[in-house]
């Protein structure tokens, strides 16, 4: 029997279905998962790649917008002591908490234990873009930026120099991620704690933001 000529007689009706017999030699074989008409297997096809490039694109994208714009608070805290650095803090907290790093993404340092006034240190939880531990709110703890003064103003008020540092470093943050003043809490407005101290008056330090965010 002419295989070939079968074949092309019924070409428009043709259906996978209807090869119930094997194909002789010069057919080609199909096999699982190959495309039937081209023989090709669907790794080798151009929809493939267009697949791999989507998943690719919605990964990175992803990635960025879970890093980079996911924030929406900033929280403001006080160390309560008058003492300390990141990796004081850090220490502190992985020793005696027992928790995986520092609670916090930024320190604004008082001097004290080899730091400047007004020095901003960097935690690694911040450049992992990790969540903090700062509050017993685990939404504010996801999508909240920590910052922490060291000092503590229950007792005293805030330097000038680090006021100006943590204006500066909330500011900053606040325009780069679209967080607006009213967004800028402290730890107390959301928990019952002292901190950040009532020296520190969060209305006025939001309105300071405001006015900062409103020059050019
Ligand atoms: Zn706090």
Redesign the pocket.
């Known amino acids: 029997m002419d295989y070939a000529k079968k074949i092309k007689k019924s070409k428009s009706s043709i259906r996978r279905d209807d090869f119930d017999i094997r194909p002789p030699g010069d057919m080609p074989v199909f096999s699982k998962g190959s495309d039937y008409r081209s023989g090709r297997r669907f790794y080798q096809r151009p929809v493939f790649f267009i697949a791999l490039a989507a998943l690719v694109f919605i990964f990175f994208s992803g990635r960025y917008v879970w890093r980079e714009m996911r924030w929406r608070y900033i929280v403001i805290?006080?160390t309560a002591s008058d003492y300390g650095s990141l990796e004081y803090y850090r220490k502190l907290h992985m020793q005696e908490r027992g928790w995986p790093d520092v609670a916090y993404h930024f320190i604004v340092n008082n001097g004290s234990d080899d730091t400047t006034v007004g020095q901003v240190q960097e935690s690694e939880i911040w450049q992992s873009r990790s969540h903090h531990y700062?509050?017993k709110n685990s939404f504010v703890n996801y999508f909240g930026i920590a910052v922490?003064l060291v000092g503590n103003f229950e007792n005293h008020s805030v330097p000038a120099v680090q006021h100006e540092a943590l204006l500066n470093l909330t500011v900053r943050l606040s325009r780069e991620y679209g967080i607006p003043p009213e967004r800028i809490i402290g730890?107390r407005e959301i928990w019952a704690?002292a901190?950040?101290g009532h020296r520190l008056n969060m209305a006025e330090f939001r309105e300071d933001v405001k006015t900062a965010l409103n020059r050019p």
Do not use: L
Request: aromatic content about 0%; proline content about 11%; glycine content about 0%.
């Open positions: 805290h006080h700062s509050t922490v730890h704690t901190c950040p």
